[in-house]
């Protein structure tokens, strides 16, 4: 092979590894970017309640409406919704990324690719299925967000597959204009985009709590009943359905199952 081939080759290769190096380092960018909306919405929007023992656990007693957890966060949702009147409330979870606004669009395309500006945005938002009633009234809210590489959205949902990881983190909080929740999370597992984990109920019925059981069989993880209660999966609950990207077949999700207790402000 000639000198001439050679410095042709090493020139490509050269171009080709310059070309996929950008296009790493735009990526990141775009990501950091599109972390940046959420990120200036938490410091703007929210604030952090100090509390003594405050750890998302403390204090809970599996019964709807008593006192005794402390709320981690106070969000201004006045103030958010003259950003966007799309906002139906506040997910977080302690030592996790998920701690974003929910929004809820006329169908479940608009806040697929937009943040909560309304702009165009490969990681979207947080969303609730767009046919559930407002103020997650209904029995089981279904809440959408994407599988993003950076961890950023939903990424992490499938870490509570492993039990060391529930048990560390069985609660998430789901804060409202109108009513702060815990969520007591009970099930968590792969299912495909189809299945009939992703049908909803207006309200209780035999069908409800059929479902509630099917979601606990096939759980990866064992629920504590100490912290959900005993009635934990009886059909006059309301319950939220949180789904992401899986990437174990086509179309596969990932989602965990939780029961709403109130929680006094």
Same mark, same amino acid.
């Given at each position: 092979?000639?000198?001439?081939?050679?410095?042709?080759?090493?020139?490509?290769?050269?171009?080709?590894?310059?070309?996929?190096?950008?296009?790493?380092?735009? /990526?990141?960018?775009?990501?950091?970017?599109? #972390?940046?909306?959420?990120?200036?919405?938490?410091?703007?929007?929210?604030?952090?309640?100090?509390?003594?023992?405050?750890?998302g656990t403390s204090g809970t /007693?599996?019964?709807?409406?008593?006192?005794?957890?402390?709320?981690?966060?106070?969000?201004?949702?006045?103030?958010?919704?003259?950003?966007?009147?799309?906002?139906?409330?506040?997910?977080?979870?302690q030592d996790t990324a998920i701690?974003?606004?929910?929004?809820?669009?006329?169908?479940?395309?608009?806040?697929?690719?937009?943040?909560?500006?309304?702009?165009?945005?490969?990681?979207?938002?947080?969303?609730?299925?767009? /046919?559930?009633?407002?103020?997650?009234?209904?029995?089981?809210?279904?809440i959408y967000g994407h599988h993003?590489?950076?961890?950023?959205?939903?990424?992490?949902?499938?870490?509570?597959?492993?039990?060391?990881?529930?048990?560390?983190?069985?609660?998430?909080?789901?804060?409202?204009?109108?009513? #702060?929740?815990?969520?007591?999370?009970?099930?968590?597992? /792969?299912?495909?985009?189809?299945?009939?984990?992703?049908?909803?109920?207006?309200?209780?019925?035999?069908?409800?709590?059929?479902?509630? #059981?099917?979601?606990?069989?096939?759980?990866?993880?064992?629920?504590?009943?100490?912290?959900?209660?005993?009635?934990?999966?009886?059909?006059?609950?309301?319950?939220?359905?949180?789904?992401?990207?899986?990437?174990?077949?086509?179309?596969?999700?990932?989602?965990?199952?939780?029961?709403?207790?109130?929680?006094?402000?």
């Amino acid at each position: 092979m000639s000198r001439k081939i050679r410095l042709i080759i090493m020139a490509l290769l050269l171009a080709v590894f310059c070309a996929a190096g950008g296009v790493i380092l735009y /990526t990141q960018y775009k990501y950091e970017k599109e #972390d940046k909306v959420y990120e200036q919405a938490a410091e703007e929007f929210t604030h952090r309640v100090e509390n003594t023992g405050a750890t998302g656990t403390s204090g809970t /007693t599996g019964e709807a409406g008593m006192a005794g957890p402390d709320i981690p966060l106070k969000v201004d949702f006045e103030k958010l919704r003259e950003t966007n009147s799309d906002v139906v409330g506040w997910i977080y979870c302690q030592d996790t990324a998920i701690n974003y606004p929910i929004l809820q669009g006329s169908d479940n395309d608009y806040y697929l690719r937009r943040n909560l500006n309304q702009e165009h945005q490969t990681a979207g938002s947080i969303f609730m299925e767009s /046919t559930n009633h407002p103020g997650f009234a209904d029995s089981n809210t279904i809440i959408y967000g994407h599988h993003m590489k950076n961890g950023s959205m939903f990424a992490c949902l499938d870490e509570w597959a492993d039990q060391a990881f529930y048990e560390t983190h069985p609660v998430m909080w789901l804060l409202t204009p109108e009513q #702060d929740y815990q969520i007591l999370l009970f099930a968590g597992y /792969t299912t495909p985009a189809t299945s009939d984990t992703y049908i909803t109920f207006d309200g209780p019925c035999q069908e409800l709590e059929e479902y509630l #059981d099917r979601c606990l069989k096939q759980s990866d993880f064992q629920a504590d009943f100490d912290i959900l209660g005993e009635t934990a999966l009886d059909p006059d609950g309301r319950y939220v359905v949180l789904s992401t990207c899986a990437y174990n077949f086509k179309d596969a999700r990932y989602v965990l199952h939780g029961k709403l207790v109130p929680v006094e402000k």
